[in-house]
């Protein structure tokens, strides 16, 4: 069973910046593609980014190009999400996830995801 762990939320302003973790364990995630999703209050889930563990290929929503980088250390089962130039809009509780298709990500679904950790800005 594939266990996803979420850290690194937290309050700031806007314009600050913020690195979210997420450890996997439990299986192998060469096959995966991994990736954030997020939920603001009274929004629907909505897909963030993606990598996938073998490749390196990325891909952003439209709302987080230029502002968001996606990144993985599969040694150590880690998927980063390195977040700058932060604004309101992105407050939400992001979730890791994981899939075996990119176009479930895309979409909002996952096979596994996190706990969620929440990312709030400008109080």
């Known amino acids: 069973q594939v266990q996803l762990v979420e850290s690194g939320g937290g309050l700031v302003q806007a314009g600050g910046s913020l690195r979210l973790s997420c450890a996997a364990s439990g299986r192998t995630f060469s096959s995966y593609t991994m990736g954030w999703l997020r939920q603001a209050p009274g929004k629907e889930r909505e897909f963030v980014a993606a990598?996938?563990?073998?490749?390196?290929?990325?891909w952003y929503a439209d709302s987080v190009k230029g502002r968001f980088t996606i990144s993985r250390d599969n040694a150590k089962n880690t998927v980063y999400l390195q977040m700058s130039g932060l604004k309101p809009a992105d407050t939400s509780v992001y979730y890791c996830?994981?899939?075996?298709?990119?176009?479930?990500?895309?979409?909002?679904?996952?096979?596994?995801w996190g706990q969620g950790t929440q990312v709030t800005v400008s109080s």
């Open positions: 996830a994981a899939d075996r298709s990119l176009s479930d990500l895309q979409i909002a679904m996952a096979d596994y």
């Open positions: 990598v996938r563990w073998s490749g390196g290929s990325t």
